[in-house]
């Protein structure tokens, strides 16, 4: 999947990996204009709860004390 790019909401998006959820079908982590961001079924996910499920369900949270953190 080396640089694949996908076209959603008129926006360019990076993918930066895709997986196979029990609950949402294929989910595609991306990067937007420096901001990561969820693709389920050609949709730009922006509802906070599923974004949380996802990123706690796959480890994908970074813990407060990282975040700003630049290396």
């Known amino acids: 999947m080396e640089n694949l790019k996908i076209n959603i909401e008129n926006k360019e998006l990076k993918v930066l990996f895709e ?15 420096n901001r990561i961001v969820y693709v389920i079924q050609n949709n730009i996910i922006e509802d906070n709860e599923i974004i949380d ?16 953190i630049i290396y």
């Open 53 to 68: 499920e996802l990123e706690i369900k796959y480890g994908f949270m970074i813990p407060n004390e990282l975040k700003n």
């Open 19 to 33: 997986i196979e959820d029990s609950k949402y079908g294929n989910v595609k982590k991306c990067l937007s204009e």
